[in-house]
């Protein structure tokens, strides 16, 4: 077949295209298959269709046979490809060479090599929507919201998400350097990642005790393939030991497969409504609903933050507007489309944007997000910045490195009496009962040694779920 004509099928495949993965959400049936001989029809009857695509194989030809210097023929066809997918501006609708296909589907996969970080494009700009639990990239201390600027050294300027995500990802035991921008600082922060194997084991679970009642807590950090059944069997063994309440956390949950919240919804919430909606261009809507008759004889709240997208949103929505279950927390991540993977050839494909999703009360919450019932911020502790020093910090220094470490200190409670960046005296003495209480020299100044204990014992106050105020809350809430 002559290689011109491939344009011309790609744009055709990926017209009629049905079933398959959106965006992290893979349906179980084809959502549009009742609709693909009319949109063949479309397509064959559309005005102009066919002179337009001999205008693509023109210049292909043009560009093949006259530009200076030879091209090759693949380069051609991905640049054509990825110029119609970039008109869109859509950073969910993206082509996928064969590399970032696999990758693609490694994601769904029960691990892989990286360092374990969901990314998006937001605004032109790669976003870090959740770094997944106890990865490498939360243990370095990447967080959610943080703006990549550059992958070893290089900028990240016209990379789209999964591009981005093929230079993080890589063999276990390599390291990867990522320059973040993070909210208030005024310099980048340099991370310098050693990739691991990320397990996808999904759903964490135990009992926990209000004072007064026996209280299920259940952690989903991702819905992938096994998410539901781990799922239901960590629930069933809570239920077993008499669970008064349940605990269900999303935070920095980037979402995943529709499938597996599906599953999830069918356990938790009764048919009055639907717990999802899927409205077409056309503005057709799709409804999807339980047929479970009777919810849970116990209460069910909900933990969210910033970090929690996609698949956690639909479950967050469902469980508050069908049931009046408590959302604790901060505003969610905001995304309410939905994308299907449509293959060009067997190593090929295009993500494409192809619907919005609703809640069950009708609401689009993209770019958004679902907004708490009840709002909880965490301590300073959980929001400081990672604490990274080349050079020792001493008194009269003024620079960023200087008042990250001041708010660490005053997270830890050691009144460094500013927050500036500016190493006075008071700074000092900060420093001083800091390294006093660690069993440090006790000098006043922040060498490499006294930074990784301030970053150990932030750690250590985040892990106790005493210092959690969003849990905290939860926990009270089922006193009432």
Known sequence: MNRKWVIIIAICSFLLGAGGVYGGLTWVAPLWADDADQLEVQVGDEDGLKGNLQKISHAYDIIRNAYVEKVEDEKLIQGAI??????????????????TTEQFNDSMDTSFDGIGAQISLKDGKLIII????????????????DQITKIDGKSV????????????????????????????????LIFEITRDE????????????????????????????????????????????????????????????????????????????????IEERSGKRVTYASDLKENK?????????????????????????IEGYELIGEKTFGKGTVQQALPLDEHSQIKLTMAKWLTPNGNWIHGKGIEPTI??????????????????????????????????????????????????????????????????????????????????????????????????????????
């Open 130 to 145: 959740a770094p997944i639990k106890n990865s490498p990239a939360e243990k370095a201390g990447i967080k959610a919201k």
């Open 297 to 321: 004889d116990y209460p069910i709240s909900v933990l969210i933050d910033e970090g929690s997208a996609s698949a956690s949103e639909i479950l967050a929505g469902a469980l508050n507007e």
């Open 198 to 277: 990320i397990p996808l084991l999904t759903v964490y679970s135990e009992m926990k005790n209000n004072g007064d009642k026996n209280i299920g807590y259940i952690e989903i950090t991702q819905f992938a393939k096994g998410t539901a059944k781990e799922f239901s069997t960590e629930l069933k063994k809570l239920e077993k030991q008499g669970i008064e309440g349940l605990i269900i956390d999303v935070r920095g949950n980037p979402g995943g497969m529709l499938s597996s919240v599906e599953a999830i919804m069918r356990e938790l919430v009764t048919g009055e409504k639907p717990y999802v909606q």
């Open 375 to 480: 709002e909880v911020q965490q301590p300073a502790s959980f929001h400081v910045h990672s604490l990274q020093i080349e050079e020792t910090l001493v008194k009269d220094m003024n620079n960023e490195k200087v008042k990250i470490a001041q708010n660490v200190l005053k997270a830890l409670s050691f009144a460094p009496g500013r927050t500036d960046g500016y190493f006075d005296e008071q700074t000092e003495q900060a420093v001083r009962a800091f390294q006093s209480i660690h069993k440090l020299p006790i000098t006043g100044q922040i060498d490499v040694k006294t930074a990784l204990k301030m970053e150990e014992a932030i750690e250590s106050k985040i892990q106790n779920e005493k210092n959690d105020l969003q849990l905290q809350v939860a926990l009270k809430s089922f006193a009432k």
């Open 157 to 188: 300027d016209g990379l789209d998400a999964h591009q981005a995500s093929l230079l993080i990802r890589g063999k276990k035991g390599t390291t990867v350097q990522l320059e973040i921008v993070r909210g208030d600082l005024a310099n980048p």
């Open 82 to 99: 990825q110029g119609m997918v970039g008109t869109l501006q859509d950073p969910y609708s993206v082509y996928m060479d064969a590399a």
